[in-house]
């Protein structure tokens, strides 16, 4: 089945302690992103790839980092998380080419900073 | 830069109601324009689409048309159910893949 897939699916941490969201896709795409859902914002961008090893800011990059080693992988970091970074948070990925492509979404995390 | 607005919710309607969601947009060039919905507790899944002016996308009974002229992209569908209470997004995408998102709209459809 195709799909994104995002792990863990909820986390409840403190503040400074690292973590990491894993987001895989098994549809060989290569454009994938990342974005967080506040109430009243929508969903806003923080990163994203255009392909192996290429990786650029979105909208709301800071106090994350991301990395994309392989093409089916693009995990999120956050290396010292606070609590405004509580959030739901989406990986996404679509195929290269045409702006009419749909992006295909994983479940979401739901992260808590204490 | 590139931005949607969407309606305000929430949105309370009763079974077989019809249901209106606005969404206008501001874009440079020519952007393909989405709506996405989201259920309780689950991902957003693409509902519809429309690539260019005049299109028409539709889906499980909804449809929205997108209009140049008015740089609009509104929601409609004529009968809902209580299965389509869900968080509703417009969204546009430019050149560079992003997509640009709405608020969300929250429906909820009450027997």
């Known amino acids: 089945e195709a799909q994104v897939t995002q792990n863990p699916r909820y986390l409840i941490t403190v503040t400074g302690k690292k973590l990491t969201v894993t987001c895989s896709q098994n549809m060989n795409h290569e454009y994938m992103s990342w974005y967080r859902q506040d109430p009243g914002l929508g969903l806003r961008q923080i990163y994203y790839?255009?392909?192996?090893?290429?990786?650029d800011k979105g909208d709301v990059p800071e106090g994350y980092k991301v990395s994309r080693k392989e093409k089916r992988n693009f995990p999120l970091i956050l290396e010292s998380p606070s609590p405004n970074q509580t959030s739901l948070y989406f990986c996404?990925?679509?195929?290269?080419?045409?702006?009419?492509?749909?992006?295909?979404f994983g479940p979401g995390t739901r992260l808590t900073v204490l | 830069g590139d931005s949607v607005t969407q309606m305000e919710g929430p949105v309370t309607l009763s079974e077989e109601a019809c249901l209106t969601i606005?969404?206008?947009?501001?874009?440079?060039?020519?952007?393909?324009l989405f709506w996405y919905v989201q259920y309780p507790g689950e991902g957003l899944q693409l509902l519809l689409k429309?690539?260019?002016?005049?299109d028409k996308g539709s889906n499980k009974g909804f449809e929205a048309t997108y209009r140049k002229e008015t740089t609009s992209f509104h929601l409609e569908k004529g009968s809902v159910q209580v299965s389509d209470s869900a968080v509703y997004f417009c969204a546009l995408s430019g050149p560079d893949y992003k997509l640009s998102f709405g608020a969300g709209t929250t429906v909820t459809v009450r027997a």
């Open positions: 790839s255009m392909n192996v090893e290429v990786t």
């Open positions: 606005n969404c206008t947009y501001t874009a440079t060039g020519y952007p393909s």
């Open positions: 429309a690539t260019k002016a005049d």
């Open positions: 996404a990925s679509r195929p290269a080419g045409g702006n009419y492509n749909e992006q295909f």
